[in-house]
């Protein structure tokens, strides 16, 4: 695993976990690496516990933010359904940093602009803990899934694609 300069650096996923009190650790990769799988790796972690932050915007205009298992997709048509709207369609690339102050592949559900209403896949409560983007690429924090959704006000569904 390399590690950057900055690998001591806290971001402001880290704050604002530690200003609310609940536990974390910070985990960082090599920032060139590509995909959640690769990262999973790096960091000696199942890709099933490492999650990806995915952004959706509902036929209402209304966003959706869905955290699903790494080497998942997020099916549209169930994340619809868990967030109550007749469809979803994933937030265009270009949006996503005017909209949540984050870039793709560092998107974490941890500390957008606004606070947007949050699912995460269910297989997320199986797990003492999960490892989310800690708000930048090269950077991840091991949290336990129950701190989070509890953080987030999130609920839990099944999102993924068979």
Request: with cysteine; net charge negative; aromatic share 6%.
């Amino acid at each position: 695993m390399a590690k950057s300069d900055k690998a001591n650096e806290k971001t402001n996923v880290m704050r604002l976990l530690d200003q609310a009190g609940i536990a974390y650790t910070p985990r960082y990769y090599d920032a060139s690496l590509a995909s959640g799988t690769e990262v999973a790796a790096a960091l000696g972690q199942s890709a099933e516990c490492v999650f990806k932050t995915l952004v959706a915007e509902a036929n209402t205009g209304e966003h959706f933010v869905f955290v699903i298992p790494a080497p998942e997709t997020l099916s549209l048509k169930k994340a619809a359904k868990a967030a109550g709207v007749k469809s979803i369609a994933m937030l265009p690339q270009k949006e996503l940093l005017p909209l949540t102050g984050y870039v793709h592949g560092g998107c974490s559900p941890v500390g957008m602009k606004k606070q947007f209403p949050t699912v995460f896949h269910e297989t997320a409560e199986l797990f003492d803990t999960i490892c989310v983007s800690a708000g930048k690429i090269g950077a991840q924090v091991e949290v336990a899934p129950a701190d989070l959704i509890a953080l987030l006000g999130a609920q839990t569904a099944d999102i993924t694609a068979e």
